[in-house]
């Protein structure tokens, strides 16, 4: 049973990589810079 769940968290961490890298691939530097930001300008105060 150890053997399953092992598998199939390697075949879930092998599909989160594969979306990585072909995010990364098909994005342009400039917007993979935009959604790196998103978490540093959410706690911005809209009124300063």
Known sequence: ???FIF???M???AFMT???VWVSLR???R???EAA???LNDE???DA
Do not use: H, K, N
């Open 1 to 3: 049973m150890t053997y």
């Open 37 to 39: 930001s998103i978490s």
């Open 27 to 29: 994005s342009s530097a």
């Open 31 to 33: 917007q993979i810079e």
């Open 44 to 46: 911005r105060d809209p």
């Open 7 to 9: 598998a199939g968290d």
């Open 11 to 13: 075949l879930v961490m």
């Open 18 to 20: 594969i979306v990585v």
